[in-house]
T-cell receptor, first 110, second 114 residues
Framework: NAGVTQTPKFQVLKTGQSMTLQCAQD?????MYWYRQDPGMGLRLIYY???????DKGEVPNGYNVSRLNKREFSLRLESAAPSQTSVYFC?????????FGPGTRLTVL | GDSVTQMEGPVTLSEEAFLTINCTYT??????LFWYVQYPGEGLQLLLK?????DKGSNKGFEATYRKETTSFHLEKGSVQVSDSAVYFC?????????????FGTGTQLKVEL
C-alpha cells in the first residue's frame, strides 16, 4: 500500500515551458486535491476532484489545468510555466474524515 | 470566508520544554479543526482533530481543545523531543469530516534542540 505517490520529486523549467505533475492513490478514495505550498502562505488549494469525472477550482487555479483520469489518478498541468509558479506542489486524497498527502514535487521555474 | 491564523515561527525550544502553538480561526457555522504535521522532506500528516466545541484531540503527547468562545485550537505538548522538530499546520473544515476542502494556516516551524 503506497498511499499517495507523486512524480517527479523535483523539476526545473524555463519560463513558457509546459509540464504535467502526476499523482496516484491506491486507497480507493473518491476525492483528490492539488495544493501549492509557499513560504509564509501555508497550503493553498489549486483544484480538487470530489469524484471521478468531476473537477472544481480552488483558491488559486489560474495558470493550471487538471485531469481526473480515473479514480486513482489526478494530474496537474502547467501549460506555460511562470516564475510565480515556483513552489512545492502536494497532491492529497481523502476519506470522509481525513486527507492523506503525497511527498510533494518541488518545482522551480527560471 | 474561512480563515486560520497561527503564531509565527520559528519556535525554538530545548528538549523537554513545554510547547504551545497558538491557532485561532474565523468561520461560519460549526467547523471541524485539525492539526497537521510536516516532517522535513515529507508531505503533511494528520496529527489530531476535534469536531465540536470542547472536544479535545490528542495524539503522540500532543493535545488541542476546541474553544468556540475564543475561536481557538491551540496545540500543546508537555515535553518536546528533538524528533518533534517539524512544521505544524492548523486547519479547518466547514464540515464534520476532514475529507473536504481544508483551509490551512501558514504553518509554524518548531525546532527542538538538545
Amino acid at each position: 500500500n503506497a498511499g499517495v505517490t507523486q512524480t517527479p520529486k523535483f523539476q526545473v523549467l524555463k519560463t513558457g515551458q509546459s509540464m504535467t505533475l502526476q499523482c496516484a492513490q491506491d486507497m480507493n478514495h473518491n476525492s483528490m486535491y492539488w495544493y501549492r505550498q509557499d513560504p509564509g502562505m501555508g497550503l493553498r488549494l489549486i483544484y480538487y476532484s470530489a469524484s471521478e469525472g468531476t473537477t472544481d477550482k480552488g483558491e488559486v487555479p489560474n495558470g493550471y489545468n487538471v485531469s481526473r483520469l480515473n479514480k486513482r489518478e489526478f494530474s496537474l498541468r502547467l501549460e506555460s510555466a511562470a516564475p510565480s509558479q515556483t513552489s512545492v506542489y502536494f497532491c492529497a486524497s481523502s476519506t470522509y474524515n481525513e486527507q492523506f498527502f503525497g511527498p510533494g514535487t518541488r518545482l522551480t521555474v527560471l | 470566508g474561512d480563515s486560520v491564523t497561527q503564531m509565527e515561527g520559528p519556535v525554538t525550544l530545548s528538549e523537554e520544554a513545554f510547547l504551545t502553538i497558538n491557532c485561532t480561526y474565523t468561520a461560519t457555522g460549526y467547523p471541524s479543526l485539525f492539526w497537521y504535521v510536516q516532517y522535513p522532506g515529507e508531505g503533511l500528516q494528520l496529527l489530531l482533530k476535534a469536531t465540536k466545541a470542547d472536544d479535545k484531540g490528542s495524539n503522540k503527547g500532543f493535545e488541542a481543545t476546541y474553544r468556540k468562545e475564543t475561536t481557538s485550537f491551540h496545540l500543546e505538548k508537555g515535553s518536546v523531543q528533538v524528533s518533534d522538530s517539524a512544521v505544524y499546520f492548523c486547519a479547518l473544515s466547514p464540515f464534520e469530516g476532514g475529507g473536504n476542502k481544508l483551509t490551512f494556516g501558514t504553518g509554524t516551524q518548531l525546532k527542538v534542540e538538545l
